[in-house]
């Protein structure tokens, strides 16, 4: 018997050899009904897969990211069935699940749009099928021969890349074997949703010295209710792309003369300001200073920072007088020559340093995307200096800094806890004491949070902090940096109570992250419908016509008195026409003005497609100041 212990931490014991399937239908049928693969000690494994000894098992369903991937995969498995059973000519490349579905590239094959209903229906066909899905490995030699008969040359190509003493696993399902690691459902049946999105080019293995391949991207969900949720849901994002919506409301462009370095324009820029304004109002409140630091600093500097040997492929370098320089792909380093500029001692300590500093990195082309993806720009970092007893509490204010702005937007998010990757600087020793510095201040904060293996920076742990959309989609924006190998290799001090010199921690931390991405963001989440507070115009101006403008000019000038960002439409266009014009520019208020207003000193107020009534003017003035100045929505 081996002793089970389970995601509850319930132990129970079975007979060694117990598949993952047969303990989950122990726990539950639904459960068996609904799981897609298991874990093993944090192993992701098939159902198929018997526990040998004493272990942690977890049973994963669709709602699992572990089960997704495992039922999705199954999904890119019948997609190539599909295919192959339609184009017998067609060679298999790769299919792996993808964060929001899956693809499989092919060869010999070009697939037009018209051609994913008829692909679909046979993927339907094969889930109807209930095709039993069947694990079997060979030795590597047999393998090969096994796919060189099957015609599939890539699949060769993947096994000869492959230690010669290796087992080959494959997944087969009816007249279907297909070289894979797996895990993979029990049978075809479940994969009930299914859609073909769209079909790309993609060189195997990523080179462009490869061959051109045929990609289908696709996705699958356990009910069609979901697909169709989903589907909906990205007609909605195209309609709130930032691309789309910047372009529209004069935000922003990228031209084709800088590829990933975005050009703000007039209205884009108060945006900018205001989030940035915004920014400087809750630090200064919080106790941080501002500092500027060069764009560009000489290698020197970069190598004694680290960045020029573990970061030198994402740097834009250059020369002066003969030396090598790098334009800044981060912040830091600048924010550690600040610190040594004089002296300190453990009663200036913490110094909380902020930066919106402008930074470059490279990008490949095929990466970037608006505002989201880009070369340059401006990151709102801040870094702070303290004792190692003051870790917990610094970690704690930043904690609560972050979570007063993505609540001020509206956003839920979650919390990750990265850890230490392969390519990194420090001792054991230090990485401990980084890791657990993070994870005391959450545990005592009482925030969950998921642990993320391996995906810290090279200099220490980090906090990320994934926000949520109104679309229900996640955004990497804050993190919080543990470092203490940055003080190390500037050689930071300060001098402690009993007189000895000491090496401060130090914090980097953003809230925003980028503050392009963070515009972009926020252009989705809102559908270009801004706060009042944070609109580039709040409130626009219609005159009925020409007879009334002499009071529409009166009237934007008692917004402009008091700080409102106004602009009147003077054309003589229909009101109706300007109307709509104002809805499309998103405006949050739209004031009308005519004989009845101008006789009474009021406004007739639209808010978005709601018509709020008549306002005496000042009234309306001061109700919108307050609403600017508290930074509330109305709507």
Known sequence: MVNV???????????AGTTILDIAKDLSEGLARNACCGMINGEVVDLREGVKEDCQVAICTFDDPEGKRAFRHTASHILAQAVKRLYPDAKLAIGPSTEDGFYYDFDDIVFNPEDFEKIEKEMKKIVKENLPIEKFELPRAEAIKFMEEKNEPYKVELINDLPEDAVISFYKQGEFTDLCAGPHLMSTKPVKAVKIMSVAGAYWRGSEKNKMLSRLYATAYTKASDLEAYINMLEEAKKRDHRKLGK????????????GFPFFLPKGMVLKNTLLEYWREIHTRAGYVEIQTPMMLNRQLWERSGHWDHYKENMY????????????????????????????????????AGEIGLVHRHEKS??????????????????IFMT????????????????????LFGFNYHIELSTRPEDSMGTD????????????????????YVINEGDGAFYGPKIDFHLEDSLGRTWQCGTIQLDMQLPERFELEYTDKDGTKKRPVMIHRVVFGSVERFIGILTEHFAGHFPTWLAPVQVKVLPISDKYADYATKVEAAFKEAGVRVETDHRAEKIGYKIREA????VPYIVVVGEKEAEEGAVSVRCKAEDLGSYKLEDFVEEIKEEIKNKTKRW
């Open 5 to 15: 212990t389970l995601k509850d931490g319930s132990v129970k014991a079975y007979e």
């Open 248 to 259: 529209e409301l004069g935000l922003f462009c990228i031209l084709d003369e800088g590829p």
């Open 317 to 352: 370098t250059t020369k002066i007088d003969d030396v090598d320089f790098a334009i800044k792909p981060m912040n830091c380093p600048g924010g550690m020559l600040v610190y040594m500029q004089e002296p300190h001692s453990y009663r200036d300590l913490p110094i909380r």
């Open 366 to 383: 095929g990466a970037l995307h608006g505002l989201m993806r880009v070369r340059c720009f401006s990151q709102d970092d801040a870094h």
């Open 388 to 407: 190692p007893d003051q870790i917990k509490d610094e970690i704690k204010g930043v904690v609560a800094l972050i979570d007063e702005v993505y609540s």
């Open 429 to 448: 020793e230090e990485w401990e004491r980084a890791t657990e510095g993070l994870k005391g201040a959450l545990d005592e904060l009482g925030r969950d």
């Open 583 to 586: 809805r499309n520019e998103r």
